[in-house]
């Protein structure tokens, strides 16, 4: 008789065990619902016609910080005109005495792609195969080959870098400057610094001349 007893508690202990291991295993895979949240503005996605949420649609731009007021409609430089040479300007504390362009030889001088100079200039940039990119960026990207870069100054003289070279003007009468003289040196960024009757510029292109 108590050898019955003890097998029937064996057995009532077993499933008792059984059926808690079953309850929480079960009670795990079963998400338990989060507390509703209100959703705030900047957390709210767009909707289409279907009232469906755009995934891909930008987030609404966030609250300014205390004290600021954002960009200004009434700015005048937000209704400047685009242009290479006749771009509509606007300035405060400033005056603009006078446009210098670049001399013949920092230009890149061709608005087709297909030029072979576009293409030579591609390739000194290290761009070894061009027709991966599409035909504006490989304009776009040629002429950074002569884009001016940084400033240096001495006496009368400014030091206008170029990642072709450097130009020398002369600035005694800023509203006449003039080129005094340019030397071709391609290489990129064309940093250019001064000391005493010495220029040096930096270049970081593997393009540059090594004599």
Known sequence: MNRVHTMAFRLFVASLLFCSCFA????????????PQSAKPSETKPT???GEKNPFAPEPAASLPAGMTGSDANDPRARLAPGMYDAAETSMGLKHVMLLKKPDAFQLG????????????????????????????????????????????????????NFYGINIYDISNPAKTTLLTSVVCPGGQGDPSVYK?????????????LD
Do not use: W, Y
Not at 24 to 35: C, D, E, K, V, W
Not at 131 to 150: E, G, H, I, R, W
Not at 197 to 209: K, Q, T
């Open 24 to 35: 929480t295993r079960i009670q795990a895979q079963t998400p338990s619902p989060s507390p």
């Open 197 to 209: 009757n010495l220029l040096f510029m930096s270049v970081e292109m593997p393009n540059g001349r």
């Open 48 to 50: 289409n016609q279907d």
């Open 110 to 161: 061709s608005a087709d792609p297909d030029d072979p100079k576009v293409q030579k200039t591609l390739g000194l940039l290290g761009v070894g195969n061009s027709s991966k990119m599409a035909k504006p960026t490989q304009l776009v990207f040629a002429q950074l080959a002569f884009a001016n870069s940084d400033l240096a100054f001495q006496g009368n003289h400014l030091f206008q870098g």
